[in-house]
């Protein structure tokens, strides 16, 4: 008997797996957002042990209420990794169901099958946006940012206005960062000028720092590199 009931339970713990591999990653996505809180959705995305902290020091004790879930064919975007598009819509506080976030998530394929990567789909950053605002550093900071251009340049005088791009910043939860400039002639400057050009905004990576002799008040960081179009770290 305990011989059967060994054979019953492999096949199950197999049958497990071979569903949790073949789970495409717009099913990945679903789930992950129907999700009630941060723990539970650690099983889809990769690496669970090591962002644990971090989803936990994001979300908090906050509990996921999602009233609809609208998932987008996943498109590949490089080798074993996929991108899917989904927007949510939740209640308002009169009862309606809204469109409340549109999002891209990014999918790895490994042995157990697709795994959302928890920090390049949310624009996880090591400094939050309000660390960063309040401590000022001095160091270039690597930034995971939404950016688009803009023709902000505050008290940047007009003799540089035409050598500088100004590039609006926000960043994953749509918290302003601030503007940032970069010379319109460096390397870099001309590698964000080709992503950012359409006008829309665009999810990318840069180092960004404050600029010496600034004003406390001054919502100002010079684009110290141009680092990939993208939130994914190669």
């Not at 957002?33 to 906050?62: F, I, Q």
């Not at 829309?200 to 600029?211: A, D, F, N, S, T």
């Amino acid at each position: 008997m305990s011989k059967i009931l060994n054979i019953i339970l492999i096949a199950t713990l197999l049958m497990v797996a071979i569903t949790a591999c073949s789970k495409s990653p717009e099913s990945v996505v679903e789930s992950y957002l129907k999700a009630k809180d941060w723990r539970e959705r650690l099983k889809y995305v990769l690496d669970p042990d090591r962002v644990r902290s971090l989803m936990e020091r994001h979300y908090g004790n906050k509990d996921f209420e999602i009233e609809k879930i609208k998932v987008n064919p996943s498109k590949q975007i490089k080798d074993q990794w996929v991108e899917v598009e989904a927007t949510i819509s939740v209640k308002n506080i009169y009862g309606a169901t809204v469109v409340s976030n549109t999002a891209s998530y990014y999918l790895k394929k490994t042995s157990t099958g697709h795994k959302i990567d928890w920090e390049a789909s949310i624009g996880h950053n090591s400094m939050t946006t309000a660390a960063f605002k309040a401590q000022k550093p001095k160091e270039p900071i690597k930034f995971r940012v939404k950016a688009k251009l803009s023709n902000n340049y505050f008290s940047i005088s007009n003799v540089y206005k035409n050598s500088l791009w100004s590039v609006e910043l926000k960043d994953g939860i749509e918290n302003p960062i601030a503007y940032g400039y970069i010379e319109k002639e460096l390397e870099d400057g001309k590698r964000l000028y080709e992503v950012l050009k359409d006008g829309e905004e665009h999810r990318i990576m840069l180092i960004i720092k404050y600029p010496k002799g600034m004003r406390p008040d001054d919502d100002v960081v010079l684009i110290d590199k141009f680092v990939y179009d993208g939130w994914l770290e190669n």
